[in-house]
């Protein structure tokens, strides 16, 4: 009795100091801040505010922020105080996917024609990394199998120059789930702009500083990952910062990337809180990137968000007609994803695809260093826009055929000549990979013949099994280009052994996330299988992702189907 009556004077304390101070929860930067005389004194105590319990968590002196009274700054732009209590925040199963089918075989009698627009994303990839190293699978919409085979490098061959930005590499193999079928993986590989000579950027760090992005792994992962990046460019680039909470606004006017402390010094005073308008952060992002606008370099927003739009413009379809409209103006967008639990990937995958850039999903610090330090040319500086490929099968020699991934990104047949059509950008260096699994004639067919079709006869075009057309624009051009090659039996390997090793790795990917997104095409393989093929095809691992990925799968076979609560 005396311990809960200690309690319940604690609690009531509490309530009658945040009365005295006038104050609710934190919602922005109008919030007073906690001070040492109302802070509480017992790590994990209860504060009531206005019927609602709040948790209270310590933290260091470089988390907390406050907002000066007048003038007001930029939403999430605070002064440094020392150690005090601020409200912890985290949401648990509002995660946002668009759930797709996988796509279907096709008779090629009928459909021979295959097309869609290329994907450099690897947004997946690091969210199925991240849901089981909590021992959780990931939910099947969450896997898109083009993003987790293309997060890894392949040792593609170095197009020569700029004036043909891509090498197309073709190899066809046998199944390794479906015997008597064939997988075929084309893979090419963009020009790799040197340092010295590339583009100037002109970018605009767009960062949301909502009271969702308050825990650990949302604004301080942002914070360390936008330093890491800053410390990639060159000192006549140069760095703008627009903040997004309840409202927007600049928290740094464009600067020289050379006056680096200033930069940092931004970012260092960034704190969350409030509600997310993150409509208004774009829109004000862009006229900032547009103001400034480099015509012979590169010009680009990066938003830094966990998805959560909730105050002003929300529905995708709006916002991706806004995007739309402003990449035509020579601005690009990227997208870097940050947390679980609030995560909004499909709003994400919306702002990316449409805004001639890439979405990433950042879990750790090691992952930002691979987007933003190891990677950073292929992420900031495109070589080429709107890639479409296009494959059409010989019917003499394949029956059937489906497109492993990219379900998001397919297009009509007469989008692929149709320059006014949009698709995807590849940056310098970067390579793609696209498989398809086939059904040579003869072979054991997914699809039946119809009563009433007789199948005719046709050429055989020299044992060819179809043919592939990549279609791209240069960065600064409007009019497309045509890259040609033969799916022909000089690209064929008997045993899958025999197979590149970066096909076979490539293989090994795909079949576990098509394991992920429940086996409906999955065949035989297992995930030892996978385990198995992986480990043959590990190869030259520089920084340990395919070694990783072997863990991954291993996790995969004792992870749970969903998260327990309070986790």
């Known amino acids: 009795?005396?311990?809960?009556?200690?309690?319940?004077?604690?609690?009531?304390?509490?309530?009658?100091?945040?009365?005295?101070?006038?104050?609710g929860v934190e919602e922005g930067a109008g919030a007073p801040p906690v001070t040492t005389a109302n802070a509480p004194k017992t790590t994990n105590e209860i504060v009531v505010t206005g019927g609602l319990a709040v948790r209270m968590e310590k933290r260091s002196a470089d988390s907390l922020s406050y907002s000066p009274s007048a003038p007001p700054p930029p939403p999430g732009l605070y002064a440094q105080r020392d150690p005090k209590w601020v409200p912890a925040y985290h949401d648990q199963g509002r995660d946002k996917f668009t759930a797709t089918a996988e796509n279907p075989f096709k008779v090629v009698r009928e459909d021979p024609v295959s097309t869609f627009s290329i994907d450099v994303d690897t947004a997946s990839y690091s969210w199925i990394r991240a849901s089981l190293n909590q021992n959780v699978l990931p939910q099947p919409a969450a896997v898109r199998t083009e993003e987790m085979v293309n997060y890894f490098p392949y040792d593609y061959a170095t197009p020569k120059s700029t004036a043909q930005p891509f090498t197309t590499n073709v190899a066809v193999m046998p199944s390794p789930w479906s015997t008597g079928r064939e997988l075929v993986r084309i893979g090419i590989k963009g020009y790799d702009i040197r340092r010295a000579t590339r583009p100037h950027a002109n970018l605009v760090f767009l960062i949301d500083t909502s009271g969702s992005m308050q825990e650990p792994n949302k604004l301080p992962l942002v914070k360390q990952s936008l330093a890491m990046l800053l410390n990639e460019l060159d000192g006549n680039d140069r760095v703008a910062i627009v903040t997004y909470a309840g409202t927007a606004g600049t928290a740094l006017e464009p600067t020289p990337a050379s006056q680096k402390q200033k930069i940092l010094s931004v970012i260092d005073q960034l704190g969350a809180g409030g509600s997310t308008a993150g409509a208004e952060g774009i829109r004000q992002a862009y006229n900032l990137a547009e103001s400034n606008l480099d015509r012979e370099g590169v010009n680009r927003v990066i938003l830094a968000t966990d998805g959560d739009f909730n105050v002003g413009i929300t529905n995708?379809?709006?916002?991706?007609?806004?995007?739309?409209?402003e990449r035509g103006k020579g601005v690009f967008l990227s997208v870097l994803g940050y947390g679980m639990g609030n995560y909004n990937d499909a709003l994400m995958q919306t702002l990316a695809q449409n805004g001639n850039g890439a979405a990433a999903y950042v879990d750790t610090l090691s992952e930002a260093r691979k987007i933003l330090v190891d990677e950073a040319s292929s992420t900031l500086f495109p070589i080429a826009k709107d890639v479409k490929i296009q494959v059409e099968f010989n019917p003499a020699t394949v029956s059937e055929y489906r497109l492993i991934g990219y379900e998001t990104r397919m297009l009509n047949r007469d989008d692929f000549d149709n320059d006014k059509v949009d698709a995807g950008d590849v940056g310098s260096g970067q390579t793609v990979t696209a498989l398809y699994e086939v059904v040579p004639v003869g072979g054991p067919r997914a699809i039946g013949d119809l009563r009433y079709s007789k199948p005719t006869a046709v050429p055989s075009r020299g044992g060819e099994l179809g043919f592939v057309k990549i279609r791209y624009k240069l960065p600064k051009s409007d009019v497309s280009r045509?890259?040609?090659?033969?799916?022909?039996q000089g690209s064929a390997f008997r045993r899958f052994e025999d197979a590149p090793q970066d096909a076979r790795f490539a293989v090994g990917v795909a079949a576990f996330a098509e394991l992920l997104r429940g086996g409906k095409y999955s065949g035989t393989i297992s995930y030892d299988d996978v385990l198995r093929i992986a480990a043959a095809a590990r190869g030259r691992d520089e920084f340990g992702y395919r070694n990783e990925f072997v863990q991954l799968v291993r996790a995969a076979k004792s992870a749970r189907t969903i998260a327990s609560l309070g986790e």
Request: glycine share 4%.
């Open 1 to 23: 009795m005396l311990r809960f009556n200690r309690s319940l004077g604690s609690v009531l304390a509490a309530v009658f100091v945040v009365s005295c101070s006038n104050s």
């Open 316 to 325: 995708q379809d709006e916002l991706k007609g806004y995007i739309e409209r």
């Open 482 to 488: 045509l890259i040609s090659t033969p799916i022909n």
